[in-house]
Each structure stands twice: as C-alpha cells, then as structure tokens.
Antibody, heavy 119, light 110 residues
Framework: QVQLVESGGGVVQPGRSLRLSCAAS????????MHWVRQAPGKGLEWVAV????????DYADSVKGRFTISRDNSKNTLYLQMNSLRAEDTAMYYC????????????WGKGTTVTVSS | QSVLTQPPSVSAAPGQKVTISCSGS????????VSWYQQLPGTAPKLLIY???KRPSGIPDRFSDSKSGTSATLGITGLQTGDEADYYC???????????FGGGTRLTVL
C-alpha cells in the first residue's frame, strides 16, 4: 500500500542541525512532487517546502528559506529535509506529503516525526 | 496569521449539517484549486476534498465543497461523532510560490 514514513526527528539545541528522511513505498516515487509540512504543538499546519518529481525545482516558506534544504534520492525512494541553524520556533511535528505536481493537492501524508529545539 | 481565513470553531448536533468557510485572495483560492484536509485527534492530516468537490476513495458523499471567487466552503451533512476533528483548507499561492493553509477549524459534534 501507499506509505510515507518519516524519521530523523529528535531533541536538538538551538543553532544545531538535523536531517529528516521520508521513505516512500507502494507507488512510483520518482513521478511525484513531495512536500514537507509542519505543525507546532497546538497550532495549525504550516507549509515548509516542496520539490518537483525530478528535484529540479524547489520552493521554500520564507520562515525557513536559507536554513532548510529539501532534496530527494529517487533511487532510494527517499525525501530529505536538511535543517540548519535551528530555532525554538522550528519545534514541531514534521510531515512529508505526496502531490501529483508542486501546485496540486497533498494526497498522501506520513504520520510525522517530532523535532524539538531546546537548550 | 494564516493566509487563508477560517473560523476557529463550529459545532452542531449529530445528524445536522455544518459549513466551514475559507477566505483567500486571487493569488490562491481565486486562481487555484482548493483542498480540504481532516485531522482527527492525534493523527496526521488526511485529504478530504479537492479540485471542485472531488473526493478520494473512501470519503463519503456527506462531505462536499464549493467555491465562489476567492472563498470556498466545506459542507458536512449527517454529522457523526466520528467527524469531530480539525479541518484545514489549503491552496497553492502563485504569488508566494508555496502552499497556504487556513488556521484550521475545530468541529464539535454536540
């Protein structure tokens, strides 16, 4: 079945780095755009970044631009989010989600991985 | 402050109908498709409605949406206690080059 499984979350100090992964299965990963969306505790959804099916196009929310990098390895069916210079306000559940193209609906979501930025 | 505006909460009795509004602008709802997501307590969001009232497999026709100009509305009929969840609207924003979400609406089935 179609599945997305995030990993790599944890507790990290402000200013440090963390890399999240999203393993895809049950569909042709290389045919889909992929997003990262986060949700701070008790808050709503916040879009983070998107990457096209072949990795040639990437877009970021202003809140993470210059600090986060989205990437993918289609040979490994895996999506990544490299997070540098982490701040307390980056504390959230991070979800990866699939989309037909960068601008269309997010039709499959993972269960999420938790990132806590704290000293 | 979310780019799309939703009411924080709505409530209705079992069996009744409820609507949730989502207001945006020409750069998002006005010129792009709207999607609605349901987030049950403690779970990940799930796609509920997309592209002018299309439903993924398994979503009952009790859920519907409509769009007029820069606003969209989610409708849920025959409310059940299992519908209690947070509901989010979302759309691509052509000016921001990213997805924008509403702040979410908590549905309580009394």
């Amino acid at each position: 079945q179609v599945q997305l499984v995030e990993s790599g979350g944890g507790v990290v100090q402000p200013g440090r780095s963390l890399r999240l992964s999203c393993a895809a299965s049950g569909f042709t990963f290389s045919s889909y755009a992929m997003h990262w969306v986060r949700q701070a505790p008790g808050k709503g959804l916040e879009w983070v970044a998107v990457i096209s099916y072949d990795g040639s196009n990437k877009d970021y929310a202003d809140s993470v631009k210059g600090r986060f990098t989205i990437s993918r390895d289609n040979s490994k069916n895996t999506l990544y989010l490299q997070m540098n210079s982490l701040r307390a306000e980056d504390t959230a559940m991070y979800y990866c989600a699939r989309a037909q193209t960068e601008t269309t609906r997010l039709d499959v979501w993972g269960k999420g991985t938790t990132v806590t930025v704290s000293s | 402050q979310s780019v799309l505006t939703q009411p924080p909460s709505v409530s209705a009795a079992p069996g009744q109908k409820v609507t949730i509004s989502c207001s945006g602008s020409s750069s998002n709802i006005g010129n792009n498709y709207v999607s609605w997501y349901q987030q049950l307590p403690g779970t990940a969001p799930k796609l509920l409605i997309y592209d002018n009232n299309k439903r993924p497999s398994g979503i009952p026709d009790r859920f519907s949406d409509s769009k007029s100009g820069t606003s969209a509305t989610l409708g849920i009929t025959g409310l059940q206690t299992g519908d209690e969840a947070d509901y989010y609207c979302g759309a691509w924003d052509s000016s921001l080059s990213g997805v924008v979400f509403g702040g979410g609406t908590r549905l309580t089935v009394l």
